[in-house]
């Protein structure tokens, strides 16, 4: 069993940086693949970056590419989201979550945290 507990979201202008984080319970933390999901008003969940277990390969989506970053610490069991130049369309309710599988070819997310809000100003 993992518990995700994501902190670090709140208000910030548009071209400003916030920095995500997320703090997993348990001893098995550096067995999960970790993956970073938000979630718009009214959209459906949307893949933004996942990260390998040693923290040696990520994957990141096009859309965000070049303005976020995902890295873990697993000595401290977290996982973080650098996000810069936000715009107001980053608006979202902001997720992490652990998963098996294949960095490359897919993994299954076994475990949520409950979100931590951000929102763009512009």
């Known amino acids: 069993q993992v518990q995700l507990v994501e902190s670090g979201g709140g208000l910030v202008q548009a071209g400003g940086s916030l920095r995500l984080s997320c703090a997993a319970s348990?001893?098995?933390?550096?067995?999960?693949?970790m993956g970073w999901f938000r979630q718009a008003p009214g959209k459906g969940r949307e893949f933004l970056a996942r990260i390998s277990e040693s923290g040696g390969s990520t994957v990141v989506a096009d859309s965000v590419k070049g303005r976020f970053t995902i890295s873990r610490d697993n000595a401290k069991n977290s996982v973080y989201l650098q996000m810069n130049s936000l715009k107001p369309e980053d608006t979202a309710v902001y997720y992490c979550?652990?998963?098996?599988?294949?960095?490359?070819?897919?993994?299954?997310?076994?475990?949520w945290g409950q979100g931590t809000q951000v929102t763009v100003s512009a």
């Open positions: 348990g001893r098995t933390f550096s067995s999960y693949i």
């Open positions: 979550a652990a998963g098996t599988g294949n960095l490359w070819r897919g993994t299954t997310y076994v475990y």
